[in-house]
């Protein structure tokens, strides 16, 4: 199956991401894959430092992740996920169509993200997927989300 | 045209994906254009029918999604 890197890797660096994932600083939230199935799976890691750009304001006297954030790393895993489980899409931007969300706890710094996106139904331009977030083996986080891949010239 | 628990099914499932009262919606309604039904809607409308009866539907089924009843046809081809 070929894709934006040949063909399918078991892993991915952080490198090789920013060659699936358009989201740069200070939106990138995927620093290394660590498992691919195409079309079964793909598990993200995210490291989360005190340093994050986003603790200076959420919240100021205590730093706990934004679940808004936490939604950027599974939709960033699920580019990956589609990315590799589709034919080369051509020149597209993917967009965020749906979120069904549950937070179960808070995600501090120097806490690892292991977000695990499976398939629910995934066409060739579209994908409804399945998000569990975990940190040392606890839910922080699970739910559906949808991804579009739109066209470029479209947009 | 009797209306089956089927028919019933898929009108609520498409009703509750489209944010539309059940009660009001016309089977014959064309969901895009009567409806505002965009194309994730109708994505998330054919992974709940997967869902819902138990089957696969391929992709070339989803332009035939049009209406209520076209709905209600394609997943009567797929449920045994």
Known sequence: MSNRLGAVPSTLDFEQIKRIIPQRFPFLMVDRVVEIEPGVRVVGLKNLTGNEWFYQGHFPKKAITPGAMICEAIAQTGIVFFSLSQPDSGDVTYLLGSLKMRFLEPVWPGDQMRIEVTPIKVMSKAGILNAVVTVDNRTVAKGEFALAAKDNEAL | ?80
């Open chain 2, 1 to 80: 045209m009797r209306t089956t628990n089927l028919d019933q099914e898929v009108k609520e499932l498409i009703a509750d994906i489209i944010e539309v009262d059940p009660a009001s919606l016309d089977p014959d309604a064309n969901l895009v254009e009567d409806l505002g039904m965009d194309s994730m809607m109708a994505l998330e409308i054919l992974a709940s029918l997967e869902k819902r009866f138990k089957i696969k539907l391929p992709e070339d089924e989803l332009p035939k999604i049009t209406t209520v009843n076209r709905a209600i046809e394609v997943a009567k081809k797929y449920v045994k």
